[in-house]
């Protein structure tokens, strides 16, 4: 079956970074975009970083814009995304999710699988 794990996740201080990795298995992973969604609590999930199939393309929402890099190796079957200069409101549960079209959406409804998720807390 399809998996997608997330890893990387921990506390920090803020202005450091993390890097997360989400690894897939049982999937084509070359033929799906990847994204980052994040989820604090008490919020609605929201997009944080999109990438296209081959990687050529790559779209972020405008908070983490310039501080946080989304790539991928398809060799690996693998999506990262590289956070620098966190904030405390980056503090979230970061979700890696695979659609099944060349072109990430910023649409949480668009991705048809999901991992379990990993925490970043970020602390003053």
């Known amino acids: 079956q399809v998996q997608l794990v997330e890893s990387g996740g921990g506390s920090v201080q803020a202005g450091g970074s993390l890097r997360l990795s989400c690894a897939s298995s049982?999937?084509?992973?070359?033929?799906?975009?990847m994204a980052w969604f994040r989820q604090a609590p008490g919020k609605e999930r929201e997009f944080v970083a999109g990438?296209?199939?081959?990687?050529?393309?790559?779209v972020y929402a405008d908070s983490v814009k310039g501080r946080f890099t989304i790539s991928r190796d398809n060799a690996k079957n693998t999506v990262y995304l590289q956070m620098n200069s966190l904030s405390p409101e980056d503090t979230a549960v970061y979700y890696c999710?695979?659609?099944?079209?060349?072109?990430?959406?910023?649409?949480?409804?668009?991705?048809?699988?999901w991992g379990q998720g990993t925490q970043v807390t970020v602390s003053s």
């Open positions: 049982g999937l084509t992973f070359s033929v799906f975009a």
């Open positions: 999710g695979a659609r099944y079209t060349t072109y990430a959406s910023t649409a949480k409804e668009d991705y048809v699988y």
């Open positions: 990438i296209s199939r081959n990687g050529g393309t790559t």
